[in-house]
Every structure is written in structure tokens, then in C-alpha cells.
């Protein structure tokens, strides 16, 4: 391997970017961003702690899940889960954090960087009751930095091109929890868990 150490090289093999893709940042949220939040419906965030380690985490939720506080805020309700919280043990160490916004069927994605911090409640959570669930926590989000990103990446992947789809060749959801997390349980059973049932749990009261 060949390795590149020096933002001179990486510069010299990719070139550098062209004026319209650094004026692209902007510091608030334009009424677009606030349009596209409503309509997105999943997000990654991207976490480091104290020691440099990375952690990238999706939410999702009914389109419209982020909360808009203000021009330059914005909250993100937590689900129940498996209890790790390993971008929530980030944010409390590092609050940096970058996210990326998807809309169904698009290809271009909104980036958000800034500063996190945890919340345990706010008038807001009112607004992020899903299904009986209100949040025990949720992210709030001091925007810092916002653009959009192209669709090259979805178009060379052909992701959202249903023809491509091949869900079933990927190890079952029931076969990696068999074999990494609950060994002791039958397939079976396993299978059954999450199965149709498991929809029905996203949201316990």
C-alpha cells in the first residue's frame, strides 16, 4: 500500500474543490432545510469521544421526527434501543457531531455539524410523542455548519432502485443475533422475535 500523509498529496490525486462547493455552508437553516427535515424520516449521527474513537448511529422516526427550535437548534427525540448509548456517552465527552438527512427515493442528503448536548426534558418533548412513546431523551443540536451533498453516491450504489434489492441475501436479521449476541436462544425462536411482531414494539408506553 501507498500511503497518503499529507493533505499536499491527497491534494495533488483529487485536486481541490471548486469555489461553489466551500461557499455552500451556511451557519442557520434556510426555509429549504426546514422543508427538508419535515419530509425526512432517518438521519445518521456521527460521534467521537474523548479518545478519538467514532461511533455513527441511525435515527428514525415519521418524517418531520427533528424538532426545528430555531434558526440555528434542533432536537432529536431518542427510542428505546439496546441501551448502549454509545453516541450519548460521545456527545457527554465530546460534543461534536455531524448528521446526515435522508429523504426516501433522493439522492442528495443534508449535512448538519455542530455542538450536542443531552436533554432529559423540555416543552418540546410534548411535539415528539409518537404512538403514546414521549422521549426520556433527546439531542439538541447547536447548528454550526449545514450544506447539501450530491446524489453521485446513491446513484453509483442504485440504492433506492427496488430492482437491486436483494434483502434476502444478507445473513437474517435472527441468524447474526444467534450467532454474536444470544447464543443460547433457538433459531427459532429468534426468528419469530423478529418477525412481523417486532414492528409492533417500536414504541412501548
Not at 116 to 122: G, H, P, T, W
Not at 138 to 163: D, G, M, T
Request: charged residues 30%.
Amino acid at each position: 500500500m501507498r500511503e497518503i500523509t499529507s493533505e499536499a498529496e491527497l491534494a495533488e490525486l483529487i485536486g481541490t474543490p471548486l469555489p461553489r462547493a466551500v461557499a455552500k455552508e451556511r451557519k442557520t437553516l434556510h426555509e429549504l432545510d426546514r422543508r427538508w427535515l419535515a419530509e425526512s424520516s432517518f438521519c445518521l449521527i456521527a460521534t467521537a469521544g474523548a479518545d478519538g474513537s467514532c461511533d455513527v448511529s441511525p435515527k428514525g422516526d415519521p418524517p418531520g421526527f427533528t424538532a426545528v427550535l430555531d434558526d440555528t437548534t434542533i432536537a432529536i427525540p431518542d427510542r428505546p434501543g439496546n441501551k448502549r448509548a454509545d453516541g450519548f456517552r460521545n456527545i457527554l465527552a465530546n460534543p461534536r457531531v455531524g448528521l446526515l438527512y435522508l429523504v426516501a427515493g433522493r439522492g442528495d442528503t443534508l449535512r448538519i455539524n455542530g455542538r450536542a448536548r443531552l436533554v432529559r426534558d423540555a416543552p418540546f418533548f410534548d411535539r415528539m410523542v409518537v404512538r403514546g412513546h414521549r422521549p426520556k431523551v433527546a439531542i439538541v443540536v447547536n447548528v454550526e455548519q449545514v450544506f447539501y451533498h450530491c446524489a453521485k453516491a446513491f446513484l453509483r450504489s442504485a440504492l433506492w432502485k427496488p430492482e437491486n434489492w436483494r434483502p434476502d441475501a444478507a445473513p437474517a436479521r435472527a441468524l447474526i443475533a444467534k450467532t454474536f449476541e444470544r447464543p443460547e436462544e433457538p433459531l427459532a425462536e429468534l426468528e419469530a422475535y423478529y418477525g412481523p411482531a417486532y414492528a409492533e414494539r417500536l414504541y412501548p408506553p
